[in-house]
Structures are given as structure tokens and as C-alpha cells.
């Protein structure tokens, strides 16, 4: 049987998967099992941020795991606290890390930080989180009821109490209350459709739940990393919140969830754990790819890649007005509404059959999320590659 087939015998059928096997790739090209080639806008949903078989990445991981993989969370793990040193010191927050295995894990660890804060500092315990509608926090029972669409609440009952729903920022302060403990939001919505926040609108909120008691949580599972021009949106917008979550780019592709926190006495031993959390690979990966990044951005390569790519597709976008009709996101996070659903899933078809991949967020958004190393002549590949796919739309 080959891949598909056993796929099919063997795999739970959670996901529509694209009729593509890729084998092998090298920075932001793919290779296909029939030798086919493509440029990946994907980056497996903004993870191999520092590009497919990073030859640094891999050296690091290959050189600590002939060593040591796993020794469990009972031990001191040199390169974990490495990885907290950095991250602690390339975001600029005065915070403590803790390290999972994802981003809804991460989450998961925000919430309870948020939790037992709430129940430890007020005479009434403080319990309620305050999200956004069209958010997503992740899959697992706690960060799916965290999501702001209902959809997603269909089945899994009964969830956890306790988590209230925003049409917007704005609306925010009508909801809080005194069993309120925390707001958590994405600073740039990505599954639900690309669409930064007001940055001034964000600063209100903080300042606004700073007086009130509030935490505020800002998920930057998919927005961490650079991924928005800095490491975290939140030095974008200028914000200083309580407890920040990391996953998708920090490992380079290897599986790891952070979340850090101001808040550094209110998990104690016994509060929290992971087995797999923080170890020898992720932690090392997490290094290596940090440091590539921060040396990424230094350089000043990181805003010219930006610079070129939001040129290009500025570009494509007015050459195809007639599909789409505003351009979003911000950094290396963008998307464009398409006219329809329908065009939207044309072109994403066409565009695999022509040699490029891109994703959807939301109904009608066409999302780029390409590895942050991707070099000039792989982003006009890409481009080239759309031309063709929307030309007969
Ligand atoms: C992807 C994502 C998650 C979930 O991460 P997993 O690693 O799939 O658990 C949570 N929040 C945001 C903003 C995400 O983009």
C-alpha cells in the first residue's frame, strides 16, 4: 500500500488532507514524491521559520541527541534554561518560562497561571477569561472552549466554565467583572483571517486592565518568533503583558510550546508539569534557531525580506484586483480577502498544480505564511508560480 492508502486504513480521519506527499526540502522550496517542485508560502503553517533542513538546526539537534535526547523534568536540562535565557532576553519582558510540546499546551499553562492568580490575590475568586470572537487558542477541551467560535463547540460538552466571548476589542470593558482574572487575545488573528488589531485600541485594553486588576494574555503562538517583523507583536505594540504563549516558529519545526510570565511565584512545584516539556531537542532546536533569527534580524536581512515580499505581493494583489479585495496582515504574516470562497479554493488549487503552496484562514482569506529566511529568487518563483494560477479566474 502506499502512503494515501495506508493513510486511509490506519490514520483518524481528522484531516482534509491535500493530495501532495512532499519528501524533502531546502529552505522555502519542496520536493514532492514524483520529484515535483514547490515554493512553500506555508512553512507548515508558520513553523520552519527558519526554512525547510536548516543545515544549522540540524547540526545542533544531531550533535545534542548523540549525546542526550530525554531525562525528564526531575533533573537541571543546560539547554532548556538556555533556551529560557534567550527567549526571556530577546523579548525584553522581565518573565520566567515554562515549556510544553504546543501551542494549546501553552495556552493551557497561560490559563492556569491566570487561574490560580485569580484564586490566590481576591477575596472573591477570580476565574472568568475574557477572548475575542474568530479566535483560536487550540484544540485541546480547555483552549477549544477559549475559542471564540461556536463551531467549534459543537461536540466535547460539557467544557470548563468560565470563558466569555468579545465581538471585539472594544467591547471588551462591558464584559469585565469582579470575577473577571484575565483577557486573552491573539495581536493578530491568524485562523481567523490575518487581520492585525488596532494598536492603540490594544494599548487602551492594557492600560484599562492594568487598572482593573486584570491579566492580560497575549497568544503569540503564530505571531512569536519574528514571524511580524519583531520577535514578539507584542514589542509591535508596545505592551507589556502578563503572560505571553510561543509555539509554532520557535522550534524550526520541532515539536515545543512556551508560555512565559511576569507572574514568576504563582506556579510551585506540583502545580504543573510535562513530561516531554523542554527537553534536550526541542530546547536545543529552540537555541538554534533564536540565534539564527536574532542574527537574521540584526543584520537588517529580516525587514529587506519583508520589504520585498509585502512588494510582491502588493503587486500581485494589484494585478488581480478583480479577485481580491484588501491586503492584510502584518510582517511576514499576510493575507489577501478573496472576492468569494469559491475563487479562494480555485486558486489554491491551481497554485498547488502550479508549483506553489498557500493556505486559507478564515472563508475568504488566501494566507502567506513563507519561511522568514526565504530568499529573493524563491519569493519571484512563488509569485511567478500565482501569476499562472489566477489567470484564467
Ligand atoms: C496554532 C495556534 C494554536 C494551537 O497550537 P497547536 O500547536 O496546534 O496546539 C494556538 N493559538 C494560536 C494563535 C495558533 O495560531
Redesign the pocket.
Known amino acids: 500500500m502506499n502512503t494515501q492508502e495506508l493513510d486511509k486504513k490506519y490514520v483518524l480521519p481528522t484531516y482534509a488532507r491535500v493530495d501532495i506527499e512532499f519528501v524533502s526540502g531546502d529552505n522555502a522550496i519542496l520536493v514532492d514524491a514524483n520529484g515535483k517542485k514547490y515554493i512553500d508560502f506555508t512553512s507548515g ?2 513553523v520552519v521559520s527558519v526554512g525547510h533542513a536548516n543545515k544549522r538546526v540540524n547540526s545542533a539537534i544531531t550533535k545534542q541527541i548523540s549525546k542526550i535526547t530525554h531525562i525528564s523534568n526531575l533533573y537541571y536540562i543546560a539547554p532548556q534554561v538556555k533556551a529560557a535565557q534567550k527567549i526571556v532576553q530577546t523579548s525584553g519582558y522581565d518573565m520566567k518560562c515554562f515549556f510544553g510540546n ?6 493551557e499553562g497561560a490559563i492556569k497561571i491566570a487561574r490560580k492568580w485569580g484564586e490566590s490575590n481576591a477575596e472573591i475568586k477570580k476565574y472568568k477569561i475574557i477572548t475575542l470572537q474568530q ?6 477541551i480547555t ?1 477549544v472552549k477559549a475559542t471564540g467560535q461556536e463551531a467549534m463547540h459543537n461536540y466535547f460538552g460539557p467544557f470548563p466554565d468560565g470563558f466569555v466571548y468579545a465581538d471585539d476589542i472594544l467591547s471588551v470593558e462591558s464584559l469585565l467583572d469582579d470575577h473577571t482574572c484575565a483577557v486573552m487575545i ?1 495581536l493578530v ?3 481567523g483571517g490575518v487581520e492585525p488589531l488596532d494598536k492603540q485600541e490594544v494599548q487602551n485594553l492594557a492600560l484599562l486592565l492594568k487598572s482593573r486588576g486584570i491579566l492580560l494574555i497575549v ?5 512569536g518568533g519574528y514571524r511580524t517583523g519583531k520577535f514578539l507583536a507584542s514589542n509591535i505594540y508596545e505592551i507589556e503583558p502578563d503572560i505571553i ?1 510561543l ?2 516558529g520557535i522550534g524550526g519545526g520541532v515539536p515545543i ?1 512556551v508560555v512565559m510570565s511576569s507572574l514568576k511565584d504563582v506556579l510551585s512545584a506540583g502545580d504543573h508539569g510535562s513530561t516531554f516539556g523542554g527537553n534536550y531537542l526541542s530546547t536545543t532546536a529552540a537555541c538554534e534557531v533564536i540565534d539564527i533569527l536574532n542574527e537574521y534580524s540584526q543584520s537588517g536581512e529580516l525587514e529587506n525580506t519583508i520589504k520585498y515580499f509585502n512588494q510582491e505581493l502588493e503587486n500581485f494583489y494589484k494585478n488581480n484586483e478583480r479577485l481580491f479585495t484588501k491586503k492584510v496582515g502584518i510582517g511576514m504574516m499576510c493575507g489577501l480577502r478573496v472576492k468569494d470562497a469559491d475563487t479562494l479554493s480555485a486558486i489554491i488549487l491551481n497554485a498547488k498544480e502550479n508549483g506553489v503552496i498557500v493556505l486559507k484562514a478564515a472563508r475568504d482569506t488566501l494566507r502567506f505564511l513563507p519561511p522568514l529566511t526565504i530568499t529573493k529568487e524563491e519569493i519571484d518563483e512563488g509569485f511567478k508560480n500565482l501569476e499562472l494560477s489566477v489567470s484564467s479566474l
Open positions: 503553517i508558520g504546543s501551542g494549546a499546551e501553552a495556552n479566535s483560536f487558542h487550540g484544540r485541546t483552549t491573539e488573528q491568524g485562523e497568544d503569540e503562538v503564530q505571531t504563549t509555539a509554532k510550546g
